[in-house]
């Protein structure tokens, strides 16, 4: 038996209680967990994957964790950039789906993958030709530059599998099966973190990649995570059959999602952008400070991403219920879902606070990268539950349709308070990098607010499909 049939047959009874559960009826905190806890799971996933990495390149040396780091915020920045298309999409086909529209939910997918496949090619390949030069640009040392080269190149090819990853699973998690892209996540995690050490040291018959090992990893993982969404999607085993048979491009659904999609990308943008800048920030003080960046935003990406599929479970919830027309229900999701998320900023928050310089030795002993590290948590302890709260606003409400406002509120705050902010009590201050994590933590308390204020007024709750 082949690995997608072993796991399809392993958890067929959950899946079709989950494809046939009516998301639009019932309990709305248990219907919420019920599509949640696999999306946050997925992202807690996603987030060891990272962390997984870091904890390798740190025997390498913490120079690697520096270039690894910024690795990976130009990926995100990338990805980000891509999701989107994923809002847009979730969007219609959830409300699609509530609306019993099934036949335009998989017409709607067909068009984003060949969206997703034009995106891949256009940024992918010039990715990987100006790897170098991306990053020199940050302003780490050259022997960064050479240690972190390879593992950049190869994801990019990685990113570019997990766009479709990312796609496929969204999709079902939009029409209310969030146990298949669960599995995949595990299964691609599972692959990468197994499959790491063996890449990057040359364990067995494997040959020493270094840190390019790492991101080979990850275009093997990937891939297997891949077939396991459209192994579903072929065989039309959940609400959605994915099919090519009589393919036509549909310019005017794909101008929708376009057009509803990017200002969900601008403000995922905002975020990996505004990164990259206090990256180049930090860096200025030395690669010791420039590698507890990386950490210390891959830790709180914890929260975040574990926040962020929490809010695309809330968001596809929501609209569901605004395809069948039931407002408040989709407002109270939302609700639901920001209890959620509190209850785990405490848990994260007390972490931070308790253990910043046992997590931070976890990963290196080098005591300048300790003391830049535990420093950078415990100062982002304090953003926990803003951060959290954001995700979950962004995320929930853009995946019902209304895109703009949290572009509006992203970008508002992002560059006229919180890098501007944090650039200040860097560089005019005596907090010097410290000022940053300071900036961050301003930053995200005011954009929680701004969007308590706009969730409160109810105006991103239009019923109806898209």
Known sequence: MSLPDTLMNMSEPVRKRSKMRDMTRGSIPRNLWHLSWPQMAESFFSVADQLADLFWAGRVGYKAIAGLGVSQTYIMMLMTARMGLDASMRAMISRAIGAGETSYANHVLVQSIVLTLAWSLVI????????????????????????????????????????????????????????????????????????TPFLIFGWFVLPQMDLAGAGLANVIAQALGLSINLYVLFRGTSRLKLTFVGYRIDFSLMWRLIRVGVPAALTGMQRSSSQLILLIVVASFGDGPAAAFALSRRAENVVNHTSRGLGRAGGALAGQNLGAGHIERAKSTLSWAIVYSAVLSAFAMVIFFVFPNQIAEFFSDSPEFVDNTAAWIWILAFATFPMSSVQVFTQGIANTGATMAPMIITVSTMWLLEVPIAIILAQKTSLGSLGVPWGVVIGNSVRAIAFFVYFARGTWLKPGMM
């Open 124 to 195: 992918g390949i010039p990715g990987i030709i100006f790897t170098d030069f991306l990053l020199g640009i940050v302003g780490v040392s050259e022997e960064v530059i050479l240690i972190t080269s390879g593992y950049m190149k190869w994801q990019f090819i990685a990113m570019s599998i997990m766009s479709f990853q990312r796609l496929t699973g969204g999709a079902l998690q939009a029409a209310g099966d969030s146990i298949t892209p669960l599995k995949a996540a595990t299964v691609s995690r599972v692959i990468h973190l197994v499959s």
